[in-house]
């Protein structure tokens, strides 16, 4: 019982509290593969396993009007869903799977972001968000200045039901690998329905913008976790399955 109370205390203490990859931005439901060398992020990796915690947050970088670069405070949990010992180029590697799920963003507060004291990785102080808490905040807030702007972004989004079938039909003849659409599909499941504007934008965003990349599309993903408000995830995302299609059926090329 000890041993289990002090568990509880460690998870309650730490329950915002998660170790960071600044790698891509992904967004919920996206499937990564990648091999690591990295010492530390090896040793993170192990640390989490033991913990029976395999969480950490994923970070991406965002490029600014001005051209500079910078880490996201925005990103998603990721969990560790499979680890397999690999040989590449000679060096033991490990292959790493993670799937997003919560979105995630980093505190405003002093102290938020620190070099874990047993490991060397960065630490960050996040908050989980819900994009039907959003939208119903986003309701609220706009009950006097704009009441329809959530109703706006719904219908918005049944307008990007037609363009997904020929998404994926022109995506198919595009892919990098064999049944790479298949898999990413797979990876995503049903669409969300269009009462869910913010998970339906993050859906297309998804699948237009998939990883390993397919360049068909210009790059949503870092727009979808920044914008604040569901219409302008939907903007995002219609805007970008619309272009992308276009630039597959040749009609607009996008490079």
Do not use: C
């Amino acid at each position: 019982m000890a041993t289990l109370q002090s568990r509880i205390t460690e998870v309650s203490s730490n329950e915002n509290l998660l170790p960071l990859i600044l790698l891509d931005s992904m967004l919920p439901r996206q499937v990564l593969t990648l091999s690591v060398a990295d010492p530390v992020v090896l040793k993170l990796v192990r640390t989490l396993l033991a913990k029976e915690s395999p969480y950490l947050g994923m970070m991406g970088l965002a490029k600014l009007k001005t051209g500079e670069t910078v880490h996201m405070k925005n990103g998603v949990e990721v969990e560790i869903v499979k680890t397999r010992a690999i040989q590449e180029e000679g060096k033991t590697m490990v292959e790493l799977e993670l799937k997003a799920g919560r979105r995630i963003r980093i505190l405003d507060s002093d102290g938020a972001i620190k070099n874990a004291e047993e490991g060397g990785w960065t630490e960050a102080r996040v908050e989980f968000l819900s994009s039907k808490e959003e939208e119903e905040a986003e309701i609220a807030l706009n009950a006097n200045d704009d009441p329809l702007s959530v109703a706006r972004a719904i219908m918005k989004g049944r307008d990007i039901t037609d363009l997904v079938p020929q998404w994926i039909e022109l995506a198919r003849k595009n892919e990098r690998q064999p049944n790479q659409i298949d898999t990413l599909l797979q990876d995503l499941g049903d669409i969300p329905t269009r009462f869910e504007p913010s998970e339906r934008a993050f859906w297309i965003g998804a699948l237009i913008n998939p990883l390993p990349a397919m360049g068909v599309a210009l790059e949503i993903r870092p727009g979808l976790l920044t914008a604040k408000t569901s219409e302008e995830r939907i903007d995002i995302a219609l805007e970008g399955i619309q272009r992308s299609i276009a630039h597959m059926d040749g009609s607009a090329r996008l490079f």
